[in-house]
């Protein structure tokens, strides 16, 4: 009797202490020298999820991820996992009519006007002191960064803890800083909207792609879920996701994990 109680307890562990585990990996979305969808595959073959969270919109059928447009590493990474594995469940984590927002509001195009007046005021030194150094720090900042996104870069190297900083520092400056020369620059009155615009989309998305994700470790508790994202909103995900580890309950495990 005293070794069936045993057996029994030995096997009742697991479930004891089985816990939600979230990897988010950051990914370039196009092949490189050292990332490809080959090298992701091989991650997925490691990481065995339960749950793969992929960066679409919600509304967009997963039928997608075969569409000429949409041959992403990530999304011929899990098509092909899924042929092998075909019990791994596939869910959507991107801003809900993604799309829609873009077109009815012009982004790209507005974007694209947007730096060019600043491309301008830099070439025909329109600037005040102030706003050079802001954009002279902008750029320095960016070309630190480039050097996690070359082409030799590997999966390691940019989901290093360096590289995540350095992403940080640089899309807090790109969204949070440089729209401020809106509102010391009068040659930037007529793109005050476009700058606000940007900043808005960028913490939207990320935004709802974290509160995506928390909706999915509740919906799958006890299960292994892998996010493969863009590598310039890791970090921002990382921030929303890591102060609620404790009280949800859930495992983020780390690159430096497998």
Not at 19 to 45: A, M
Not at 223 to 252: A, M
């Amino acid at each position: 009797m005293i070794r069936i109680c045993a057996i029994f307890m030995i096997l009742a562990v697991p479930n004891l202490y089985a816990q939600t585990q979230l990897t988010i990996v950051g990914t370039v979305h196009k092949p490189t020298e050292k990332i490809n969808s080959d090298t992701l595959y091989n991650l997925l073959v490691k990481l065995e999820p339960d749950i793969f969270l992929i960066e679409l919109d919600s509304i967009q059928r997963l039928e997608h991820l075969n569409s000429e447009d949409s041959k992403t590493n990530e999304n011929l990474a899990i098509t092909r996992y899924k042929k092998v594995f075909p019990k791994v469940l596939i869910e959507p984590f991107d801003l809900t009519n993604r799309e829609d927002f873009l077109k009815k509001n012009h982004y790209w195009q507005k974007i694209g006007i947007y730096n060019k007046v600043l491309d301008s005021l830099i070439t025909n030194q329109r600037l005040d002191e102030p706003s050079k150094l802001i954009l002279e720090a902008f750029a320095d900042i960016s070309t630190y960064t480039q050097l996690f996104e070359r082409q030799s870069a590997t999966l390691q190297l940019i989901n290093s803890e360096e590289a995540t900083k350095a992403i940080e520092l640089r899309n807090k400056w790109e969204y949070d800083k440089v729209p401020l020369l809106v509102n010391r620059n009068p040659y930037l009155k007529e793109v005050a909207t476009y700058a606000s615009l940007g900043s808005e989309y960028w913490h939207m998305r990320n935004k709802a792609m974290a509160k995506n994700i928390l909706a999915a470790i509740k919906k799958y508790p006890n299960k292994r879920l892998v996010v493969f994202v863009g590598n310039n909103h890791r970090f921002y995900l990382l921030n929303e996701l890591v102060p609620l580890e404790q009280s949800l309950k859930f495992t983020l495990k780390k690159f430096v994990d497998f």
